[in-house]
């Protein structure tokens, strides 16, 4: 027995699975080419570095100044000056004559027309150039031609050896605050005059005081002067 509602479903339903299968693998098909192309590099992107922050930015270095005085023996003075918050260093030798490499002996000799003299690299941040002047004119005395107690000869001359017109400027005001204060009985002769070669005298000489404590010349002229001093500029000196 033949149903005959069989087959109009038959023949309906055929061409109609045919046509869904085919729309659905059309928006299949079309689905698929709409999908965006994966073009990520493998490669991971870097990462940008932050920017600095006030915490581990390094400082700029302090800028250092020179300071040159001649003010009698130098073995007596580096000892002074190396002592002073804000130096940090100090070289003992010779300026202000005529001869090239000169030696202790001949600056002695008294021909050579050089200075014993020091080299001062100071923190201008820590110490001042006015400071340094004070150290210098209260730890000899500037009314003496030539001569510093028993040593004589233009060897040990007063003199401010300046580098910069401040420097010039700050050294002959404060001369002529002294004179006219009188500090001084008698006039001040330091000499003050732009810097010229600086010849460091032989290694012996550098530290003299702090290597030869017990030498003669140094426990008797050198330490009674450095322990005055320490007194009056304590609030100045190193830790």
Not at 65 to 78: K, Q, R, S, V
Not at 109 to 117: D, P
Not at 128 to 137: A, D, I, K
């Amino acid at each position: 027995m033949v149903d005959s509602t069989n087959t109009p479903i038959r023949a309906y339903s055929s061409p109609m699975l045919r046509f869904l299968t085919l729309l659905w693998l059309l928006c299949g098909l079309s689905a698929c080419l709409q999908q965006p192309t994966d073009t990520t590099s493998t490669t991971p992107a870097s990462t940008p570095k932050p920017a600095p922050s006030a915490e581990t930015t390094t400082p700029e270095p302090t800028t250092m100044a020179i300071a040159t005085f001649a003010n009698g023996c130098f073995w007596c003075t580096e000892a002074v000056f190396e002592q002073l918050r804000g130096v940090t260093q100090v070289t003992s030798g010779y300026i202000g004559g005529q001869v090239d490499h000169p030696t202790y002996k001949d600056v002695c000799n008294g021909t050579t027309g050089h200075a014993e003299a020091l080299q001062i690299t100071y923190d201008p941040a820590q110490i001042s150039f006015e400071t340094l002047l004070e150290v210098f004119w209260k730890t000899h005395d500037p009314t003496t031609l030539n001569r510093q107690g028993n040593d004589v000869g233009t060897q040990y001359r007063s003199g401010i050896f300046y580098h910069t017109p401040e420097q010039k400027s700050l050294a002959l005001e404060y001369k002529a605050k002294l004179d006219a204060s009188g500090a001084f009985d008698k006039p001040i002769v330091t000499e003050i005059t732009p810097a010229a070669t600086f010849w460091p005298a032989e290694e012996y000489h550098q530290g003299y005081f702090r290597e030869n404590p017990t030498q003669g010349y140094c426990r008797v002229i050198i330490a009674p002067k450095v322990e005055k001093f320490r007194k009056v500029f304590a609030d100045k000196l190193k830790p």
